[in-house]
């Protein structure tokens, strides 16, 4: 861009150039960090939903079944890999 320095014609034009566009830094999804995790072979494991609260109404056969950490499903993989960053 060029702004002209001053009013008359034939005196000096100030050039400003414009610096390169650059890339935004990709930010992963804070939340998604926090409720999944990647081992060290690269699979995405979650916490079991459900155990949160109203846990009397449920048996206990259930409750231990939610216990521990499962795999990601096939379907949401690309999706939460995305949102990692990965």
Not at 26 to 51: I, S
């Amino acid at each position: 861009m060029m702004f002209p320095c001053g009013s008359g014609r034939g005196e000096a034009q100030i050039v400003i150039e414009k610096e390169a566009f650059e890339v935004p830094k990709m930010k992963p999804h804070t939340g998604m960090g926090k409720r999944v995790k990647v081992t060290g072979k690269g699979k995405v494991v979650r916490e079991q939903a459900g155990k949160r609260h109203l846990l009397e109404g449920k048996s206990s056969h259930v409750t231990r079944r939610m216990t521990g950490t499962v795999t990601v499903a096939k379907a949401d993989l690309k999706r939460v890999k995305k949102l990692l960053g990965r």
